[in-house]
């Protein structure tokens, strides 16, 4: 049986038209992951997906919106019992929201913590400028026996990526990694059998228009080319590794 494409990360509530963008992934057979960046958004999303094969709603705070959408870290608290997939989460420390890391980090240690109390969540995480400190905090508070944690456009250094992998995490790649020859270098060094892809739709472009889930197959070839393996053999990978990262058990 053919394998199907997987976009781990895609914001599809962020599309023009969020109702055509799940149906499109619906369409194509691409296991998305439609992350959301504030819990205001999740009974919308969850509703869209209801009955959907493909697309899975994900339970979200985003690190940029901290700052303004801290608080909102009680309505996530509550939805939390009914979301099996939690993102966007994570630490952003960049210049532009350094101002707000320490508040961050005390939400994102929250979220790892409710995530290890409830147990079998599959998180989708964001650790921009921050590999460190986020991997510090899910050694710290999420054990893999736990949780599954997916490092979405991880940008950190390969020895991070190395402790990453060993503490059991995924990479979720995008084409727009794999654009520079840092990115390359750092995904060539990765197992195989962590590697995911996503999109971060509608925030990366593919041939100068937004990217959206069935476009993951792009990088699934520029994966391959990496790993001088045949294109079908890593889709076959990518959904198997998608397989034993649901088998994360409480
Ligand atoms: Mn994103």
């Not at 997987?6 to 599309?15: A, G, I, K, N, S």
Request: charged residues 25%; aromatic residues 8%.
């Amino acid at each position: 049986m053919p394998s199907h494409y997987v976009d781990l990360h895609c914001h599809l509530d962020l599309y023009p038209d969020f109702i055509s963008a799940v149906q499109d992934a619906e369409q194509a057979g691409v296991y998305t992951l439609a992350v959301t960046t504030t819990p205001k958004a999740w009974p919308h999303n969850r509703e869209v997906t209801h009955g959907t094969r493909y697309v899975r709603a994900a339970l979200g705070l985003h690190p940029q919106l901290i700052h303004k959408r801290g608080d909102e870290i009680s309505l996530w608290d509550q939805y939390l019992p009914e979301a099996r997939y939690i993102g966007e989460v994570g630490i952003d420390a960049s210049p532009r929201y350094y101002h707000s890391l320490e508040k961050q980090k005390e939400v994102f240690e929250h979220v790892l913590r409710m995530c290890a109390q409830h147990g079998k969540k599959v998180l989708s995480v964001h650790s921009v400028r921050s590999a460190k400190t986020v991997l510090d905090l899910v050694e710290r508070c999420l054990p893999s026996s736990k949780g599954a944690v997916v490092l979405h456009w991880f940008s950190g250094s390969l020895s991070e990526a190395r402790r990453a992998a060993e503490m059991g995490c995924y990479f979720s790649i995008n084409s727009q990694m794999l654009s520079n020859e840092r990115g390359r270098r750092l995904v060539a060094t990765l197992r195989v059998d962590r590697i995911l892809t996503e999109t971060d739709g509608p925030f990366t472009q593919i041939e100068e228009r937004v990217a959206c889930p069935s476009d993951v197959g792009h990088t699934v070839q520029a994966i391959a080319e990496l790993y001088k393996s045949p294109a079908e053999e890593i889709k076959d990978r990518i959904a198997a590794n998608l397989k034993s990262l649901l088998a994360v058990e409480p």
